[in-house]
Structure formats: C-alpha cells, structure tokens
C-alpha cells in the first residue's frame, strides 16, 4: 500500500535530518509538514472545548504541543521529549495553557512514560512515537477532559487537529476541517494517516473527534511523508496507546509527592 511505499522512501530521508541539529531532534517528525491541497490554519478559541486542553510544551531546544487529559496528566509525541538519543528529564519540561492570550497556568513535569522502543529503534517504530507526562502541578480546565479513544474513528471521520506553529509559538492554531484517510498496521502498531494541515510545533498535538457531544482524544500528530508534490500527515491513534495510559494514570494516583 501507498503507506508502506512512503515510509520505506522516507526512513533514509527522515533519519539523516535527525542526526543534523539538536533543534531539529526535538521536532524531528514534524517539521516541513505541510497539507498538499488549498487550506487555511485559523486560531483558535483557547477558552472553549476541545482547545482549552491543547498546551504549548516547552523543552530544551524546541517547542512542541500536548493535550490535557486529567487534571496532572498530559500526552505528547515522544519525539518531543528526546534529545542527544535519550529522554528529557521531566523536570525540564514545562506545560502551559493559553488562557486570555497569555500563558497563565504552567506546570512541570514530575513523572514521563515514554516508549523506550521508539528511543531505541527510531522512525521505523514510529507507531510507538507517544508520551505521558504527569505534571507536578493540577491544571483545571472550564470542562470535561478530551476523553481517550479506545477505538480509532472510521475512515473519512470528520476530525480536528490543533498545534502551536513555528511563526506563533504563543498561538493556538487549528484545522477543523480535515478528515481520517487510513489506517495501516505496521509492527508496532497502528499508523493514521489524515489530511489535516500540520506545521512545525504541532508534533504531539491532538487529533480530536466528538462522540455523542462527547470530545475525544483519537491520535497525536508525529510525522509527514510524502514527496514534494504531495505531503501527506501521519497521527498516532489513541488506541495504541490507551491501555497504556491508563496503567500509567493508575500508578501515579498512588505516586509519592
């Protein structure tokens, strides 16, 4: 399938920028990403749902985007929280929330689970590119948490996306107007591919769906792949990393202060 095909093209490609420049590490999959057809990025409205639970994730050397789903919980790219071949310690890592144009609730990482085998084999195992963070601080939200998918959404499922861009890191943006194309299996796991317009600093952020008026959490944005006629978006869906979450979710109820 088309999938494969990329990813075969762009494993060299994608391997070899991630060895240049620390900066790039740090957003390695997402940069350059771009939605091939005619499309518009707008700002959005951090104090209604989903977008009052997107953040700006600040590490060193870059930024890159994660979603609130509890009160001290947070999920991103693993990409994001990896530099000079291993993990950022969470204390090195601030999440914040936009609220009234200014960035008004931070917090810092105390506990990360993020997937040792996309730090050990990289881009081929990219269907485990996903972290969770758990914050030192809660972080309240006017609303419900975006839910975790246990289940991807049906293919061309109208879907939202949303990230903080290279030109605003201190603005939300998002494109609500794109769709699910495919699913594929890989080795490790499932691998979306979407036609949601992404863009630098997006990598980590989330790809929502409504159920039932309910929002749910259904992937985060890790890669583009493609050629330069046609660029093609890559998400993690939720349901490769739910279970995982919720073990992780239960073991920090119980966690030290």
């Not at 991103?76 to 609220?99: G, M, Y």
């Not at 246990?150 to 990230?163: D, H, R, V």
């Amino acid at each position: 399938m088309r999938i494969k095909y990329t990813i075969i093209i762009w494993l060299v490609v994608i391997i070899a920028i991630i060895g240049l420049i620390p900066q790039t590490r740090n957003l390695m999959l997402s940069n350059l990403l771009i939605r091939s057809k005619e499309v518009k990025r707008e700002p959005a409205d951090t104090s209604k749902t989903p977008y009052n639970a997107v953040g700006r994730l600040i590490i060193p050397g870059g930024v890159c985007t994660a979603t609130l789903v509890d009160s001290h919980l947070i999920i991103t790219a693993s990409h994001c929280v990896i530099k000079d071949k291993e993990f950022v310690r969470p204390e090195n890592i601030t999440f914040q929330l936009e609220r009234n144009g200014q960035f008004e609730d931070k917090a810092i990482g105390k506990y990360m689970l993020a997937s040792q085998e996309f730090l050990d084999f990289g881009f081929p195992a990219i269907a485990k590119d996903y972290a969770f963070i758990y914050l030192d601080n809660p972080v309240p939200i006017e609303s419900e948490y975006p839910r975790v998918a246990q289940k991807s959404p049906e293919i061309q499922a109208k879907i939202i996306q949303a990230g903080y861009g290279p030109d605003k890191h201190d603005k939300l943006f998002a494109d609500d107007g794109c769709t699910l194309q495919e699913l594929e299996n890989t080795k490790y796991g499932k691998l979306a591919r979407t036609n949601c317009l992404i863009v630098p600093g997006d990598s980590g952020g989330p790809i929502f769906e409504m159920r039932k008026n309910v929002w749910f959490l259904v992937g985060i944005n890790t890669a583009l792949m493609g050629n330069k006629q046609i660029m093609e978006a890559f998400a993690i869906p939720a349901e490769n990393y739910v279970k995982e979450f919720w073990v992780f979710k239960e073991k920090m109820q119980n966690a030290p202060d």
